[in-house]
């Protein structure tokens, strides 16, 4: 909706993970420094650590796409609560092999001969695992068993483990997992970003859409984007997406600090709890008084109405995915339209 209101070719702040917006901001810069110090020593495990919404998946998605596949061949698995043997199950079908075997031996053995051919051409095998701190301590034992495929002196496989920040601290205190510590080569936590990149974040994404300064994003703008996420990649696009929206709706072009407290206003409205209108009361006695936005006080956005920014981010997502699946009936009610016209004018001619 408010694409065609700003003349953009796609929606720059889409809460899915995508690569072509990765933004390289100091702590991604950071993260990607070391896993290509990683990449570079062929061996061992990276830990790369945020908290949600920092922008993980979007990282690795990004290695991906940097990765010569001429030398490499990748592989990423989402992990959730898989046992060890589920998890084998698993890094075998990312690797594009059959994952149906009698028993673990079978896996392991079409697994190993695999890698071992991919050498043999020339080839390095990286496994990446994303959502981390679901696996159980015998899943990440399992993992560090994969890690003694070697041929010669030179490892068959080497692994990057993404997590959320309780996972890189149960590494570290899980007495059972010492020989996975021992072979933790780096380790990264991903930090929000810093405010004095958000502007150049924002207009990164707005120009990967065919941004042309409409709309423009005040300093205060900026500054109150700012304050209400704290810098947390994903909390920015729910919000600069509900601002694009309402800026759409309200046809506004410069958006300022006024806009932003407005947006989050209303989206604190969108977490109260409505409640039913009485038939026996006027409907016009339910409507509430005018909101003077300028004496809003602004609402962090953790704690809208009591719900986490995780709600707000699903409730986004839904209103994202019905507005697409409007304007894709609204393209196909205006496609018949012009077929009718243009009948009628052929029966009109006749």
């Known amino acids: 909706m408010y694409e065609s209101f700003y003349n953009l070719q796609g929606r720059p702040f889409q809460l899915t993970p995508d690569p072509r917006f990765y933004f390289s901001s100091r702590t991604h810069k950071k993260a990607m420094a070391y896993l290509s110090y990683g990449l570079n020593q062929g061996e061992g495990f990276i830990i790369v650590t945020g908290d949600i919404g920092t922008g993980k998946t979007t990282l690795v998605r990004h ?31 990312a ?9 673990k031996g079978q896996l392991l053995s079409r697994l190993e001969r695999h890698l071992r051919e991919q050498y043999a051409m020339g080839r390095r095998a990286l496994l990446v695992v994303d959502e981390a701190q679901n696996l159980s301590n015998a899943a990440l034992e399992e993992m560090r068993m994969l890690s003694n495929f070697q041929e010669g002196d030179k490892a068959l496989i080497q692994s990057f483990l993404v997590g959320q920040p309780e996972f890189r601290e149960r590494i570290f205190a899980a007495p059972e997992l010492e020989q996975l510590r021992q072979r933790v080569i780096a ?20 120009r990967l859409v065919g941004w042309d300064n409409d709309p423009c994003f005040t300093v205060d703008a900026v500054e109150e984007i ?6 947390v990649p994903r909390r920015l696009n729910t919000l600069c997406s509900r601002v694009l929206l309402y800026g759409a709706l309200e046809e506004i072009h410069e958006i300022d600090a006024d806009v932003i407290r407005a947006v989050v206003s209303d989206m604190a409205t969108d977490q109260r709890p409505v409640q039913a209108v009485s038939s026996a009361r006027p409907v016009q006695s339910q409507i509430p008084p005018p909101v003077n936005r300028q004496n809003d006080a602004t609402i962090p956005l953790e704690a809208s109405g009591g719900k986490s920014v995780e709600e707000m981010e699903n409730r986004m997502d839904k209103l994202e995915n019905m507005m697409k699946s409007q304007d894709e009936t609204l393209q196909k009610l205006t496609s018949i339209m012009a077929q009718l016209a243009a009948g009628g004018s052929k029966g009109d001619d006749s």
């Open 226 to 231: 700012y304050n209400q996420c704290q810098g």
């Open 63 to 93: 290695l991906f796409d940097t990765l010569d596949r001429n030398e490499f061949i990748a592989a990423m698995i989402v992990s959730t609560q898989l046992s060890a043997e589920d998890l084998l199950r698993s890094v075998v079908a």
């Open 187 to 206: 380790t990264h936590h991903l930090e929000p970003m810093e405010q004095e990149e958000l502007a150049y974040y924002i207009e990164h994404r707005l």
């Open 95 to 103: 690797f594009g092999l059959d994952a149906q075997a009698d028993d």
